[in-house]
C-alpha cells in the first residue's frame, strides 16, 4: 500500500467512510462464492421491499441494511511485513448501490 510506513509486525485497520458498501473477508478463489452471495442477499435483503427510507432510489435502503450486517471496517495482522491472511481468504469491497461511484477507505497501520 503507497503511503503506509513498512512495518514488521503489527495491525492494519481498514475504514470503508460510507453506509451503502461494505468491507469483509471471504474466500477469493472461487467465483461460485460471489454469486451466492449475492443471491443470499438478493433474498434476505430484496431491493423490492417496502422500505421509509428510500429517498435515493429502490437501492439505498437495501444497501444500508447489506452494509450494516457485513460491516464497514477490518482490522488485519501484519507479521513479517505482509499481511496475515487464510488461504483462500481475500478482502472484500461490497458495492451494494446499482451505481455506487467511487468509495474512500482509510487505512492506518500500526506497529514496529
Not at 49 to 76: C, N, Q, R, T
Not at 103 to 111: D, E, Y
Request: net charge negative; aromatic share 4%; proline share 6%.
Amino acid at each position: 500500500m503507497s503511503g503506509l510506513p513498512p512495518v514488521e509486525t503489527g495491525l492494519l485497520h481498514l475504514l470503508l467512510l460510507h453506509t451503502s458498501a461494505s468491507l469483509t473477508l471471504n474466500e477469493n478463489c472461487d467465483p461460485t462464492v460471489r454469486a451466492d452471495m449475492e443471491r443470499h442477499f438478493l433474498k434476505t435483503v430484496p431491493d423490492n421491499a417496502a422500505y421509509e427510507h428510500d429517498y435515493e432510489g429502490a437501492d439505498d435502503m437495501p444497501s444500508h441494511i447489506k452494509s450494516s450486517v457485513l460491516g464497514v471496517s477490518l482490522l488485519l495482522p501484519v507479521r513479517q511485513g505482509r499481511l496475515q491472511l487464510g488461504t483462500w481468504q481475500g478482502i472484500w469491497l461490497g458495492e451494494h448501490r446499482i451505481h455506487g461511484g467511487p468509495r474512500k477507505i482509510i487505512a492506518t497501520l500500526q506497529g514496529e
